[in-house]
Structure formats: C-alpha cells, structure tokens
C-alpha cells in the first residue's frame, strides 16, 4: 500500500512528538557523542543495541540508532583537535588544521566551528534523504526478485572490491560470509545444513555474538595489548580554554557557507558509493578545499580554520548519503550502515519497497532523527566540551571490563544460551586475526546478514526465469552500474591515498599519526615495490596462509556436503563455495607471482602500533584471551549472577589498578543490573550453571529474585 509522501511525514512527526522517541534520540546521542571520542565509533554501541532490540518498538529502537550513527563524528571532533587523535577513522584530515589551533590556544575556536560546520551537514544530509523519496520510490517498486538478487550480490561484492588494496581478501570474506548465512535448518526443503548435530545451529549463527565478536571484542583485545590510554593527561590543560571562544568558530563557519555546503556535497556523493565512509569523504573534501579556497596551499595545515570546517561539513553529510542505499536498496556502505540494516532485520523491518510504502512514516523519522541528533549533538558538544574531554584519558584497563562485561550480557541475549558466548569468543579470535593480518571484516558481516534474503531471492528468481535472470535489462544495468562504481570508487580511494600522502610529506606530521594500516595488511594487486620476497620465503608458511588453508577445507567440506542435499538445498551453498575454491586460487597464485611488501589501508581498523617488544605484546595478548576466555568458563560454571559481577570486581584491582572500593562500587552496579533490572523488569531466564547444585536457589538460574522473596 503505496502512503502519501506529505501525509507520512505528518505521521513521522507527530509520532516523534512523544516523549519516549525524543528520550530514545537523545539517549542515542549521548552515547554516539561520547564513543566519538573512543576506538571503533558506533560499532560497539551499536553492537549492543543489537543484542537487546528483540521486542523494541521500532519507534524507540530506530532513534536510538540514528542518534549513536549520526553523532559520532560529533564526538570524534573533540579528542581530533585537543590532543592530535581522532577517536575513529572519520577525524583524521581534522587534525591537520584543528590540532595546531588548539596548539595556537584558539581550541575554542576549531571546535565550536567544526561542530556548527557538523551540524549543517548532518542536516543536509537529511533533507538529501527526504528529497530522494520521490526519485528512488518508483525505481524500487519495479524491482523485482531478480533485482534485488542481483542487488544483494552487489552490495557484498562492492564492499569486498573496495577493500583498497585488500581486493581478492575483500572478495573471500564476502563469501565465507555467505557460507556463514546457510548453516542451519532450511525451512523450504527441511535440509539440516552445516549444524553438525547440534541444535543450537538450526536457526543459524545469529548475528549479534558475531558481530560483537568480530568487531567489539577485537578492539577491546588491542585497547589491552597496547596499553595505551586514548590521550595523555599533560593535554588535559587545554579544555579548560575551549568553552570561551565558540562564537568566533561559529562566525567562521557562517563566513565560509559556500564551503560547508560544497564539502556537505562532497559527502553526500561519497556516503552514496558503497564501502568509503567518513574517512574518505574528509579527505576529499580537505583536498578539494585546500586547492581552491584563497591561500589554501600556503595556510592549511598550519591552523587555518577551512582546513576545519570542509572536513567536518561532509562527516555528517555522508549519514544522509548512507541511508539512501541501505534503506532502499538493502545495500550498506559501511561497518555502522551495515549494522543498521541489521538491526532493521531483527526489528521485522525489509529494506527496499516496505521502507518506501507501508513503512514510509519509519524511514521519515530515520530522516527527522537525522536533523534532530545533529542538533543536540552539537547542543552537548559545545556545552560540555570541558568535561567530554576527559572521555579521551580513560586507561584501557579500567574501560575494557565494564564495557566487555555489557556485550557479554548483550551477546547472551541472541538465543541465551551458552552457545552465544562461544560464538562470541571464536568470531572474536577470528575478529582479532583479521584486524591484525588485514583482512577486512565489514564484508562478513554484510554477507551474514544479506545472505537469508539473496538465498530467497535467488530461489524466486531462479523458478521464474532460470539463469535468464542475468539477461534482464535492469539487472545487466544493476551490474554496470555496479561495476562502474567499483572501479571509480576504487580510483578515488588511490587518488586521495596519494594526495594525503603528499599533504603530509609537504606538512610534516601533526600531532598523533592517524590509525596506521592493519598489520600485515598487504596488497592482493602487483606492486612495484622493490623488495619483494624470493619465490623459496614466497613458500613459507604465514598466518595468512594457514587461514587461507582453512577456509579451503571448509569450502571443500561444503561442496562434498551439499550433495547429500536436495538441488533447491544445495544450489546457492555450491555456487558459494566455487566461486571461494576459485578466488582461494587467484589468491595463491597472486601471492605466489606478484608478491607484494608494501601495506595499504583497507576498510578497516588496524591495530595499535607501539614501540613495546614482541615478548610484552605476547604478554598483553595472552592476558587478553585468557581472562575473556575465563569470564566466559566462570559463567558456564557458576553462572551470570556470580561471574559477571566478580569479574568486573577482580579485573579493575587487579589490571585496572583501581582503589578496591571503586572496584566494589562497579560489582554492586552490575549486581545491580542483573537482579535488579534482568532479573525483576524483564526476568532473563539465565543458563543453569554447570557447578548450581552446589550455589543457593537464588544464584542458580532457575528463578527469579522476586519468587526468591516471595518465599
């Protein structure tokens, strides 16, 4: 049922009148402005959301989301300029110009402009989403099932084309993803696919222990092994001056408006082309402007306050541009779009024609969210600079188990059992792996959460059309366009590479260096480099290759399984594990013809790169695994109710080096939440531990507190 443009968005708006999306919003954006100012932006919150948005009213989950997405870069803004490191990838090109302000003492005057230059782009980005209704509306609807098959293939194919540099590796993870998505019972055919007799796999991997192992747990695994707190306490001096100059930094951004809105085009462009995000866009559109504005050659990058405003106008534009793919076309640009549309899926949401008909009054309040988080975003940002600030000097022992603690409770809410915490624990090794060899990781996770709805589209397409369906005009223009994308995407990611290499070599460098390329993170292209290895080290055994081995047996595995299967069973699973035995061979014989020494960035975040030794970094590591590994032993044994509190309590006094009753005030908080809020509002049945006969009633997981104090 096709719903009035103007009438859903009276709709949207009444609906976002109440109070409890408004409190959603601001809640969001709360969370989304402070993890600006740590490692992994939205990723973490957002993976949290996920694990508990079963049952949420999408009018509060949808808000909530938005205002962690959107205000990231909000955030991101404030450890980028005071203290020369960007929380994320999306602050980086803000450095050049806002650090050596701060350094100059106008602190004040870079961030009130980068977040008034943040919020008229997030609001461009906005209203470039609700203007693209008109368009995209009859372009979607005559889609068919063999366009969004074709669609669905894209969306995975692109992220893994432009993993720069990272090509063939970007393509396999696309399609272990994939093989990842048919494992578990097939209702169409009643074919157990991949469950190895276990019950737990019959509805599947559920993709939030995944996505909180893939990407949560790895970041907290390198907040530990480096041991490096975000920002040094020396810096902490030049907050105190940021909150005195915000009317200046405003007037600039007022006296530059022809630039906020060329540098907000700039990232709306670039939030439309799958798999760039804000990293990009800040660097095109610093690159732009430091070739065009007056002077900009001989000022930027020595605190000029352009070199501010043209980054920050497109970070917050790119969301408006995200949005419109993943929403329409169920095709994701980035790491937090592609959890976005996960989350969609868990809230009963189809992207694609639902989100432009039935559901038109949801997507109109994705888009009035968009404005209204910028806008508080910016409220927080310039109020509460001085004590945001301090964000940046959490030490990585103190942050890493309370918020470890949450996404094991969030991780455990996917089919509470403990089940999801081993799926946890082996994506997060998986996780950790690919972030240290440079594997990218967003294209597993597209994959996994794509894989369900291309398997029934293709099943669709394929009884109407049979392999015609590759021969349909819309879908051979799907596929061009999709091609042509890649490759212009993949020209820019190199162009801009080349210009940013040049910036900073003409520079110098500023404040911290940017988040280095993923170690080990190599070329899967010929490179030109000089010192290439000889054929003999070409043969050596290396962790990329042992991986690559794996995933070899798995695909084979999977192709002799799948004939035990039934035809409609067995026929995407077989056409996914070809196309992997054959990309695992391009990936040999690339390595093995046109090695390559030099490292390039993928889309992705690296590891932490210190100057500590191999043998303390080995240390850092085993104490990572190890006391996840027993966090999640202890609650296997003795239970949520026991573990949790206790390992939050031991882990701040014994790493953390906190005084004993700051560590005892967090176990009280957590015993807290588990009985107090998972226990007496929403009674979360808890694992029956291994060791229970042995605890009272009460710890045993069996009943609640309050049958215990009805007693």
């Known amino acids: 049922m096709e719903v009035g443009l103007f009438d859903a968005a009276g709709e949207a708006i009444g609906r976002m009148a109440a109070w409890q999306p408004m409190l959603a919003l601001f809640i969001g954006v709360v969370v989304g402005v402070l993890n600006g100012a740590m490692p992994g932006g939205a990723v973490?919150?957002?993976?949290?959301?996920?694990?508990?948005?079963?049952?949420?009213?999408?009018?509060i989950a949808l808000p909530l989301a938005v205002g962690m997405v959107a205000t990231v870069a909000t955030g991101d803004t404030l450890p980028a300029v005071l203290l020369g490191m960007p929380g994320s990838t999306s602050g980086q090109a803000t450095i050049l110009d806002g650090n050596p302000l701060a350094r100059q003492g106008k602190a004040g005057v870079a961030l009130s402009a980068a977040y008034f230059a943040s919020l008229l782009g997030g609001i461009v980005g906005a209203v470039f989403l609700f203007a693209t209704i008109p368009f995209a509306r009859p372009i979607v609807n005559s889609f068919g099932a063999s366009e969004f098959f074709v669609l669905g293939l894209v969306a995975i194919a692109v992220v893994g084309v432009v993993s720069?540099?990272?090509?063939?590796?970007?393509?396999?993870?696309?399609v272990f993803g994939l093989l990842i998505a048919s494992v578990g019972f097939d209702d169409a055919t009643g074919v157990h696919r991949l469950t190895f007799g276990v019950d737990y796999?019959?509805?599947g991997i559920h993709i939030v222990p995944v996505v909180i192992g893939l990407f949560a747990l790895p970041e907290f695994f390198d907040l530990i092994v480096s041991d490096v707190p975000i920002a040094r306490r020396t810096e902490m001096g030049q907050a105190a001056n940021a909150s005195s100059q915000r009317i200046e930094g405003m007037r600039a951004v007022i006296r530059n408006w022809l630039l906020v809105f060329r540098?907000?085009?700039?990232?709306?462009?670039?939030?439309?082309?799958?798999g760039i995000g804000g990293s990009l866009a800040q660097w095109l559109s610093y690159a732009s402007a430091r070739q065009t504005v007056r002077g900009g050659t001989q000022t930027f990058g020595t605190g000029d306050i352009r070199g501010v405003i043209a980054p920050e106008s497109a970070n917050n534009a790119v969301d408006g541009g995200q949005l419109v793919p993943t929403l329409f076309f169920g095709v994701p640009g980035s790491v937090g779009m592609a959890l976005f549309l996960g989350l969609l899926v868990i809230l009963g949401l189809q992207p694609g024609p639902q989100m432009l008909n039935e559901d038109l009054p949801l997507t109109l309040t994705i888009a009035f969210s968009l404005v209204l988080a910028n806008v508080f975003a910016t409220g927080i940002a310039l109020w509460f600079t001085p004590l945001l600030t301090r964000i940046a000097f959490v030490r990585p022992n103190v942050l890493v188990p309370l918020v470890l603690a949450v996404m094991t409770i969030a991780a455990f809410q996917a089919n509470r059992?403990?089940?999801?915490?081993?799926?946890?624990?082996a994506f997060?090794?998986?996780g950790y792996f690919m972030k240290t060899y440079g594997w990218p990781r967003p294209p597993i996770i597209i994959a996994i959460i794509l894989g369900s709805i291309v398997e029934r589209y293709y099943g669709i397409a394929t009884g109407q059309y049979g392999w015609g369906i590759f021969t349909r005009i819309p879908v051979i223009i799907i596929v061009l366009i999709a091609v042509g994308t890649g490759f212009y995407t993949v020209w820019i990611q190199r162009s801009v590479t080349r210009?940013?290499?040049?910036q900073e070599a003409e520079m110098g460098s500023v404040g911290t260096p940017e988040t280095p390329p993923p170690a080990g993170a190599e070329s899967d292209t010929p490179d030109a480099s000089p010192s290439r290895p000889s054929f003999v080290e070409r043969l050596r055994p290396t962790a990329s290759g042992v991986f690559i081995a794996l995933l070899t047996v798995a695909f084979a595995y999977t192709l002799w399984q799948t004939y035990d299967w039934s035809d409609e069973a067995a026929r995407l699973p077989r056409v996914v594990v070809i196309a992997g035995l054959v990309l695992v061979g391009v990936y040999a014989v690339l390595h093995l013809l046109f090695p390559s020494s030099g490292r390039r960035q993928i889309m992705d975040i690296g590891r932490t790169v210190t100057g500590d030794t191999r043998e303390v970094m080995l240390r850092r590591t085993a104490k990572a695994l190890g006391t996840t590994g027993a966090l999640v032993a202890a609650i296997w044994l003795i239970g949520f109710q026991i573990a949790l509190p206790a390992y939050v309590f031991l882990y701040l006094l014994i790493f953390g080096h906190v005084r004993w009753w700051i560590a005892l005030f967090w176990m009280v908080a957590f015993l807290v939440l588990i009985y107090g809020f998972f226990d007496l509002v929403i009674y979360i049945p808890w694992i029956d531990p291994v060791l229970g006969d042995l605890l009272p009633d009460i710890l045993k997981g069996k009943e609640n507190v309050q049958e215990f104090l009805n007693r």
Not at 44 to 59: E, H, R
Not at 164 to 174: D, P, T
Not at 499 to 502: E, I
Request: charged residues 10%; hydrophobic residues 55%; without cysteine.
């Open 164 to 174: 720069s540099g990272a090509l063939v590796r970007g393509l396999l993870a696309g």
């Open 428 to 430: 997060g090794g998986l």
């Open 263 to 274: 540098s907000a085009g700039m990232g709306l462009f670039v939030g439309l082309l799958p």
């Open 417 to 425: 059992a403990i089940y999801d915490l081993l799926i946890m624990l």
């Open 44 to 59: 973490p919150s957002l993976v949290v959301l996920l694990g508990f948005a079963y049952g949420l009213d999408p009018l």
């Open 201 to 203: 796999l019959w509805d």
């Open 499 to 502: 210009n940013r290499a040049r």
